[in-house]
């Protein structure tokens, strides 16, 4: 059974482009949880979702952020008109249900030059 | 809100040492709380989860500890090796309400030959 999988492992893009973060859960995951690490940080928390819903969006910025988890497909994090401050190391976790140990994948690592 | 702490933030000890790593939280109403390991640029590992009714957990050389009532876990590291320089975080989930893991910012562990 493959872990959690995330691509890419490192996005580069210039101030005001997109970036796209997808995550692959663990084969019979429904549960999908992005976490954002800032350099010199902990991790922190930013969104849940379960299949083609979001549970919990608390951590997440309101604006240029958002997520989806499609019926069929990875996780995707979106992120529009990037700024040097996105630049971190982004990990999705995922989890058979609501109350088991989440898994989680390498991250992604955004650099916003 | 839940806080996490841990201390040191930074450790360095001679190889065959035996270590004790610290997580302090600040709402003690915990699911579980998870200690995991952070090398550098790479995932996470999860290294030991302990229930909230649980009062340790054991992996080879790995023993972690839960004090609920105080907001406090031990991780203690038996033997110490090279192999085991890393970051190492501990991360609770809350009882009721999300689901989501608060992090420590980590210890850095150097463990020199």
């Known amino acids: 059974n493959a872990g959690v999988m995330q691509n890419p492992r490192h996005l580069v893009r210039r101030r005001g482009q997109e970036a796209r973060l997808r995550c692959s859960p663990m084969k019979g995951h429904s549960h999908v949880y992005w976490y954002r690490q800032l350099p010199e940080e902990g991790l922190k928390f930013m969104v849940y979702l379960q299949k083609e819903n979001i549970i919990d969006e608390s951590g997440m910025p309101k604006e240029r952020f958002s997520a989806e988890f499609p019926k069929e497909g990875p996780s995707i994090l979106r992120i529009q008109q990037v700024v040097r401050g996105d630049s971190a190391a982004y990990f999705c976790?995922?989890?058979?249900?609501?109350?088991?140990?989440?898994?989680f994948g390498p991250g992604t690592r955004l650099t916003v030059t | 809100k839940q806080e996490v702490t841990q201390i040191p933030a930074a450790l360095s000890v001679p190889e065959g040492e035996n270590l004790v790593l610290n997580c302090s939280f600040t709402d003690s109403a915990i699911y579980n709380l998870q200690w995991f390991r952070q090398d550098p640029g790479k995932g996470l590992t999860s290294l030991l989860l302990i229930q909230s009714s649980q009062r340790e957990q054991t992996s080879g050389r790995l023993n972690a500890s839960l004090d609920k009532s105080s907001g406090r876990s031990t991780l203690y590291i038996a033997a110490s090796q090279p192999g085991d320089s890393a970051t190492y975080l501990c991360a609770v989930r809350r009882e009721t309400g999300a689901n989501n893991l608060f992090f420590g910012t980590g210890t850095r562990l150097t463990v020199i030959p």
């Open positions: 976790a995922s989890s058979p249900s609501r109350d088991y140990e989440q898994y």
